[in-house]
């Protein structure tokens, strides 16, 4: 059945392993929302290594199983603190009401959570900003049923920012501010997959990997890794039509199926196949073959090249790709190895 997507567990297990042993004694959290908490999947990072188990949604923490601690990656909605507070142990977060929310949840469930305090040093997506009063963390330190586990970062997400020593060093006085305090900051979350690049690493003891286990790729520059598979998830599409038609549209040009205008160069008749896999199952920016991706609307991927009609076509991924097709209830997940 196809379309599929198809993940080999051994390589999965390899990377994470490899990436485990080679930042020890870093700690990695394994982060798997990018394939839904599939799990096959989550298994084999677990049998590879990882201590934490982290997710942006509850909805993929709450199905796993596991005894190793369960991280909630994306800040939490206010409305979903009493689900938070049951599925998870540890908790990103950066907003003060927010913080006593939680606090008032887990005493509702005679529970104690651990958070770890989210800096923004540039990015512009979560976190406090670096350069402001930590006035906040003697209220939090009163907290019954909170800990305050540890300080993270998260960058080259929304602002692309590459890390260097220098955040790492912010990190590093962050801690000592609020130690000063009479915190004790267990874990220093330093990032994600765009760290990996970064030589030394000592100032940090924690960082949360998703695309370098899954793909094999750092995403600081976007470099495979060497040592680490970049096919550990894979598609397989079925050609469905084959034939020889003109590279240019023949009429006046309006508007695509997503209100774009196309453009095109006129190369010429040449040989064209469809795929039977869509922009509602993938985003073909993100698809990594030999050939030519002439483009795709909801249902069919158009490729350049003399298929034959049942033809199934191989692709590794990007980020993005992965993430929809993963996503998409019309594909189907496949385990091998
Ligand atoms: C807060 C946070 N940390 C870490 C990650 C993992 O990032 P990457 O897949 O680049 O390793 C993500 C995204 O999945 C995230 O949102």
Redesign the pocket.
Same mark, same amino acid.
């Given at each position: 059945m196809y379309p599929r997507l198809i993940v080999d567990l051994e390589k999965l297990k390899h990377n994470t392993e490899f990436l485990v042993n080679k930042l020890y004694p870093i700690k990695v959290m394994g #982060?798997t929302? #990018?394939f839904c908490a599939m799990e096959e999947a989550v298994k084999a990072m677990i049998d590879g290594g990882i201590s934490f188990v982290?997710d /942006?949604r509850i909805d993929n923490l709450e199905k796993i199983s596991t005894d190793l601690p369960k991280v909630l990656? *994306?800040i939490p909605m206010q409305s979903e603190l009493d689900r938070v507070v049951q599925v998870t142990d540890i908790v990103?977060i950066s907003e003060m009401d927010t913080i006593k929310k939680l606090n008032n949840e887990a005493k509702l469930h005679n529970k104690k959570i651990k958070i770890i305090l989210m800096f923004d040093l540039g990015d512009l997506r979560?976190g406090i900003w670096f350069e402001e009063e930590l006035n906040f963390i003697e209220e939090i330190l009163d907290l019954d049923n909170l800990s305050l586990y540890g300080i993270g970062t @998260?960058l %080259?997400?929304y602002g692309g920012i590459i890390p260097n020593r220098k955040h790492l060093e912010l990190l590093n006085e962050l801690r000592e501010a609020i130690e000063s305090k009479g915190a004790k900051i267990e874990v220093i979350s330093g990032g @994600? /997959? /765009?760290s990996l690049y970064l030589e030394d690493l000592s100032l940090i003891n924690n960082l *949360?990997?998703?695309?370098?286990i899954v793909l094999g790729r750092e %995403?600081a520059f976007g470099e495979i890794l060497d040592g680490l598979y970049d096919d550990v998830f894979t598609l397989e599409a079925e050609v469905v039509e084959v034939k020889e038609k003109p590279s240019h549209p023949v009429g006046e040009i309006g508007m695509d199926a997503f209100g774009n205008k196309p453009l095109f160069i006129d190369k010429g008749n040449i040989m064209r196949a469809i795929v039977a896999v869509g922009k509602q199952d993938v985003d073909e920016s993100g698809l990594i073959f030999d050939g030519e991706i002439l483009g795709a609307s909801s249902d069919h991927l158009i490729i350049a090249g003399d298929y034959k009609v049942g033809d199934i076509i191989k692709f590794k991924l990007k980020?993005g790709a992965l993430l929809r097709l993963a996503t998409s209830p019309y594909v189907k997940k496949e385990v091998i190895g």
């Amino acid at each position: 059945m196809y379309p599929r997507l198809i993940v080999d567990l051994e390589k999965l297990k390899h990377n994470t392993e490899f990436l485990v042993n080679k930042l020890y004694p870093i700690k990695v959290m394994g #982060v798997t929302k #990018v394939f839904c908490a599939m799990e096959e999947a989550v298994k084999a990072m677990i049998d590879g290594g990882i201590s934490f188990v982290a997710d /942006s949604r509850i909805d993929n923490l709450e199905k796993i199983s596991t005894d190793l601690p369960k991280v909630l990656l *994306r800040i939490p909605m206010q409305s979903e603190l009493d689900r938070v507070v049951q599925v998870t142990d540890i908790v990103l977060i950066s907003e003060m009401d927010t913080i006593k929310k939680l606090n008032n949840e887990a005493k509702l469930h005679n529970k104690k959570i651990k958070i770890i305090l989210m800096f923004d040093l540039g990015d512009l997506r979560e976190g406090i900003w670096f350069e402001e009063e930590l006035n906040f963390i003697e209220e939090i330190l009163d907290l019954d049923n909170l800990s305050l586990y540890g300080i993270g970062t @998260n960058l %080259t997400c929304y602002g692309g920012i590459i890390p260097n020593r220098k955040h790492l060093e912010l990190l590093n006085e962050l801690r000592e501010a609020i130690e000063s305090k009479g915190a004790k900051i267990e874990v220093i979350s330093g990032g @994600n /997959s /765009s760290s990996l690049y970064l030589e030394d690493l000592s100032l940090i003891n924690n960082l *949360r990997l998703g695309e370098a286990i899954v793909l094999g790729r750092e %995403t600081a520059f976007g470099e495979i890794l060497d040592g680490l598979y970049d096919d550990v998830f894979t598609l397989e599409a079925e050609v469905v039509e084959v034939k020889e038609k003109p590279s240019h549209p023949v009429g006046e040009i309006g508007m695509d199926a997503f209100g774009n205008k196309p453009l095109f160069i006129d190369k010429g008749n040449i040989m064209r196949a469809i795929v039977a896999v869509g922009k509602q199952d993938v985003d073909e920016s993100g698809l990594i073959f030999d050939g030519e991706i002439l483009g795709a609307s909801s249902d069919h991927l158009i490729i350049a090249g003399d298929y034959k009609v049942g033809d199934i076509i191989k692709f590794k991924l990007k980020y993005g790709a992965l993430l929809r097709l993963a996503t998409s209830p019309y594909v189907k997940k496949e385990v091998i190895g």
